[in-house]
């Protein structure tokens, strides 16, 4: 992980939401930022799990974030899905599907561990999409992602999988939100104009609203905000 000092992290985290006068040093104590960060983060790991039924079990993924339901996670090569390569993930039977409530506080845990340590608390998404191309599909389930860290106006990270709502080959549409700031969602085409420094793909804001979005490919989010983060389900819709 990226090393920060405790106060520069709690600093970008409240600047965040209270803006830069909530940090003049007239007005915060360092320790009054500390203790704003913290439940700033209760705050947010709380909204990261909301779109959950918190009745129901999730698993956490090994790329980041966490699926409710029965998904499967695939490979993607040379842009198609290798559709014999799904591995089912379901969070009603899976060893290792924990609650709403414990995932919340694995979550806090890690950034309360990652601050002890002077650590980046949030996970940090690479520069570039991802190499293992990875496409988890939700097809009649949800997922949300970590929160994105690291992010700046020329700096753009890429969620760990491709997304993609996968009927029986058939990609149908999924919904997207995402928190905290826009971000971006493209296809292989989109994405690679992106790493080629041609802005590309469908801006989504924050938003209440689902976007819908429909391409018939598999799909990646990426933001430059940094703290943002995305939920996205499976629609079953042609």
């Known amino acids: 992980m990226t090393n920060f000092k405790i106060f520069a992290v709690s600093t ?13 040093p007239t007005n ?98 690479g520069a570039t999409p991802p190499a293992s191309s990875k496409v988890l599909n939700v097809a009649g389930t949800s997922y949300t992602s970590d929160y994105f860290s690291d992010a700046g106006t020329n700096t753009w990270r890429y ?3 491709w997304i993609g709502d996968d009927e029986n080959g058939t990609l149908c549409a999924l919904d997207w939100l995402t928190y905290n700031g826009p971000g971006r969602i493209g296809t292989l085409t989109q994405v690679s104009n992106m790493t080629s420094g041609i802005l590309d793909g469908t801006k989504i804001t924050s938003s209440s609203t689902y976007y819908r979005s429909h391409t018939g490919q598999p799909m990646l989010y990426f933001t430059n905000v940094t703290n943002a983060f995305y939920y996205v389900k499976g629609t079953g819709k042609l």
């Open 159 to 161: 969620g760990g999988y």
């Open 12 to 24: 970008a985290l409240v600047t965040a939401t209270l803006g830069s006068f909530a940090l003049s």
């Open 28 to 125: 915060v104590q360092a320790d009054d930022i500390q203790n704003t960060a913290t439940e700033l983060v209760k705050e947010q790991i709380s909204e990261q799990f909301s779109n959950f039924d918190q009745n129901e079990k999730v698993v956490a993924l090994p790329l980041g974030g966490y699926v409710q339901g029965e998904a499967k996670i695939g490979d993607l090569v040379n842009g198609k899905i290798d559709e014999s390569s799904w591995v089912t993930i379901d969070s009603t039977t899976s060893l290792n599907a924990i609650t709403v409530t414990q995932a919340e506080k694995v979550a806090f845990d890690k950034y309360e561990t990652a601050l002890a340590a002077q650590n980046n608390p949030f996970q940090v998404f």
